[in-house]
């Protein structure tokens, strides 16, 4: 009944409270606190043959409790996830905003007291109105909407430290691109990352482009393809598949160094509090909340390929599609 009596902070009672919703918030809370309330076995196997001649196998087993470190609502749709995920926002900000306070009196400022939601582009600023909707709690000038490299560039740093929900787009990697330009340049968000962390810095490496088409939806069977041996032409008649490929890892490689990089300025004198346009991977975030997850992990070709059926008969909107290189985009940022 406790749990119950936390949906009190609801300014607009909706209108089924099941006990489901009431268990999953009690289990998200748990899950929250990370002090050993909310433990799973973490198991890993190995195993190897003892001798080619016998049947017979060896089987190795590491076994460790761990806190589970967050969990997935896949209830269907109307079954209340937004409002679960404002309830836990709400339970844990009295809490988050000590975070805050502390945080900003602090070299280095970087811990927030902000619960990051992140969702599909289309999403962002009906997920404010939700949250307006259902509580009072919440001050409307600590959330924080960040559609692109645009919008991150008006917040400070003790802004974005001091906010209760920051919500941002999650092909955030690709935004900023012009209209006008047809090449698959370097987009804007990540050019200011690597500005950020290797400012000054004589290593600073290349900017690398995120691949157009990337191998979610490639065809991996490579069979027959013929590789040139020639130095000026190395992917041969593969040139579509291994290319992307290596262009896609190479900016994943180079995606991860720059948030180690920018990660290791926590806590130093490199960044103050009112600089502005800090990348998101930059700062310690209360919680990170997904919506819609499968948009950017699990949609299928099929799909895609139905969606553009349906633009060509001009029966959706093109400008809430979420095509695969915004997909690609996507899966890097909730890769960190």
Known sequence: MRFFFR???????????????I???????????QSGEA??????????????????????????????????????????????SICLILLGLKEAKKVAIDSVKSKG??????????VPPGLVDQWREEIVKFTGEIDES????????????????????????????????ETGRKKSSKKNDVTPYVTNLLDKAFKGDPDKPTACELPTTCGQFENLDLVGSVISNNSTDPYGQAKGKYKNREQS????????GCVQKIRSFRGSERF????????????????????????????????????????????????????????????????E
């Open 272 to 335: 103050n509090l009112k600089d502005k346009g800090l990348p998101l991977e930059y700062f310690e975030w209360e919680r990170v909340i997904i919506d819609e997850i499968h948009e950017p992990l699990c949609t299928s070709k099929s799909e895609t390929k139905e969606f553009n059926e349906k633009k060509k008969r001009g029966e959706v909107d093109v400008e809430q599609h979420f095509p695969e290189k915004n997909r690609r985009a996507a899966r890097e940022l909730l890769g």
């Open 142 to 173: 600590k959330i924080l909407l960040i559609h692109d490299i645009n919008s991150l560039m008006k917040f400070t740093s003790q802004q974005l430290i001091e906010a209760h929900v920051v919500i941002c787009s999650v092909d955030l990697l």
């Open 109 to 118: 400022a970087y811990k927030s007291s902000a619960t990051l939601v992140v």
């Open 23 to 33: 268990q999953a918030l009690a289990k998200m809370l748990e899950i929250s606190k």
């Open 249 to 256: 890892a190479y900016f994943t490689h180079l995606y991860n």
């Open 39 to 84: 433990m799973f076995d973490e198991i890993e196997l190995a195993n190897a043959t003892i001798n080619s001649t016998l049947p017979i196998n060896i089987v190795a087993k590491a076994q460790r409790k761990i806190d589970l470190p967050g969990g997935i609502v896949a209830d269907a749709i109307g079954g209340g996830k937004t409002l679960l």
């Open 7 to 21: 949906f009190q902070y609801l300014t607009h009672t909706p209108t089924f409270t099941p006990s489901h919703l």
